[in-house]
Structures are given as C-alpha cells and as structure tokens.
C-alpha cells in the first residue's frame, strides 16, 4: 500500500510559476510509474503527465507540453511537477497517482492516489 500526499499547490496571477510536489511512503516507491491529473468541479479527471520508473521517460497532455515538467527524485521518495506561464484554465485540483505501466493516461489505471492539491490562476 502506498500513501501519496501532495503539496504546494496555492493561488498565483496568470503567467506565473508553481511547483508541486508529491511524497510516497509505505511502499516501493521505485517499482511504479507516477502520474499528475486534475480536476476541476464538475469534469472528470484529467491526465496531466506521466514519468517512467527511472524518470527516464516522461509524457505529456497537449494541453501543457512545453509548460509543465514532471520530475522525480527516488533519494527523498516524491515526484515534483514544475508549472511555468500558468493560465487560468489551468485552475484545478492536482492529484499525484501511482500505476503499474508506463503510458498509463486514464484514471482506472492508476492504483494509488493522493487527497489533491488546489491550484488557483487568476486573470
């Protein structure tokens, strides 16, 4: 069993820079391909990135490639998704997933999830 718990989420003008973090206990941190979706009131949850067991491979939604960066760190156990010229449409709550396989994009095949994080961009 793996427990995800994200942070650094808060409320940013559009343009701006957000860092989130999300930190794994209680299991093999390494074994599994970790992901960031988000939600916003009302929508299912979105793929957002992805990144492979090494890190070595990483995938991206259309939507934010070239702005967001998914990276991890097996030394402290989390995995970290850089936010850059964020828009308002980009307001959501940010979820940190765990999965068995790389490529993984939708939300059943994820095994493990975190509580979220708030994410707020204003015009």
């Known amino acids: 069993q793996v427990q995800l718990v994200e942070s650094g989420g808060g409320l940013l003008q559009a343009g701006g820079s957000l860092r989130l973090s999300c930190t794994a206990s209680?299991?093999?941190?390494?074994?599994?391909?970790m992901g960031w979706f988000r939600q916003t009131p009302g929508k299912e949850r979105e793929f957002v990135a992805g990144i492979s067991w090494s890190g070595g491979r990483t995938n991206y939604a259309d939507s934010v490639k070239g702005r967001l960066t998914i990276s991890r760190d097996h030394a402290k156990n989390t995995v970290n998704l850089q936010m850059n010229s964020l828009k308002p449409e980009d307001t959501a709550v940010y979820y940190c997933?765990?999965?068995?396989?790389?490529?993984?994009?939708?939300?059943?095949?994820?095994?493990?999830w975190g509580q979220g994080t708030q994410v707020t961009v204003s015009s």
């Open positions: 997933a765990a999965a068995d396989l790389f490529g993984a994009t939708k939300e059943y095949q994820f095994k493990y």
């Open positions: 209680g299991g093999t941190f390494s074994r599994y391909v």
